[in-house]
């Protein structure tokens, strides 16, 4: 006769199966890894030489494979602002800031460089409500929102595994309501994972590459001019037309500047 809980081992094998397709990604990230480590660790031996230029080519070229990381963007920012160039730094450290906002590093290389920016722009105050949402979108990074999301989507998978596979009904209860918890953990943090990849990849914001530009009020070089800017300035892109870009700054300002003397963050 065939016990009544014979296919249990059988289906206690598909809780492995999460590991196993972990594993096969994390061989695959490790491989690919190891030759961007090389080319990182030989561009920091030349930053570290004072040979900056070189040091930026290595940087680059690692960017240029699609890799992207806080360090690699605040390191290229160092090498920026040790070579005077405040601009390309804060470009950088801006970058760097995406991808790891409260990286406290960060904020104060940005700070220094920014106190060598001749404009001065404050941003009105937001709301209470608005503060709070970014203070929990910003307390991690991507990659962080995105391990917290697999983690939570392995959690789920073996908690309804096991709802699936024991017959006990206390283990099944846990399972049930273990897998709809860490679910709806999944849906919350693949959420602020998906905005926080969003505004990474937006052009929206940028900053000014030229010693300075008059910002005009219409798309052309007859257009009235109502204020000035200088390199290093941040500000948000909010329309293009032509080679020209509507602008607006922290305080609500607005009008156009042409899009060569910006480079988007």
């Not at 990604?25 to 190891?34: E, G, P, R």
């Not at 700070?111 to 209470?128: H, N, Y």
Request: hydrophobic letters at 45%; a neutral charge.
């Amino acid at each position: 006769m065939i016990p009544k809980n014979g296919n249990t081992s059988g289906k206690k094998r598909w809780l492995l199966l999460p590991f196993f397709v972990l594993g096969f990604f994390l061989a695959n990230i490790w491989s690919a890894c190891a030759v961007v480590n090389s080319d990182f660790e030989k561009a920091n031996e030349y930053y570290h030489a004072k040979d900056y230029q070189h040091a930026i080519q290595l940087y680059k070229r690692i960017l240029e494979t699609g890799v992207e990381s806080p360090a690699l963007y605040f390191n290229l920012g160092n090498c920026y602002f040790k070579s005077d160039s405040i601009a390309r730094a804060i470009l950088y450290y801006e970058k760097a800031k995406k991808l790891a906002p409260s990286d406290e590093d960060i904020q104060f290389n940005l700070k220094i460089a920014g106190q060598r920016v001749t404009d001065r722009i404050e941003a009105p105050s937001s709301l209470f409500f608005t503060a709070w949402w970014e203070n929990i979108k910003m307390s991690k990074t991507i990659d962080q929102w995105g391990w917290l999301c697999v983690s939570c989507i392995l959690l789920t998978f073996m908690s309804f595994a096991t709802f699936w596979v024991f017959s006990a009904s206390t283990i099944k209860k846990y399972g049930f309501w273990g897998g709809l918890f860490f679910l709806l953990l999944t849906i919350f943090t693949f959420t602020l994972a998906e905005i926080r990849y969003s505004e990474s990849v937006s052009s929206s914001e940028a900053i000014i590459m030229v010693d300075a530009i008059s910002v005009k009020s219409s798309p052309e070089e007859k257009g009235k001019e109502i204020f000035i800017l200088h390199s290093g300035c941040k500000l948000q892109v909010i329309n293009t037309n032509g080679q020209w870009s509507e602008i607006r700054l922290a305080n609500n300002n607005v009008g156009w500047v042409p899009t060569s003397s910006i480079e988007f963050i």
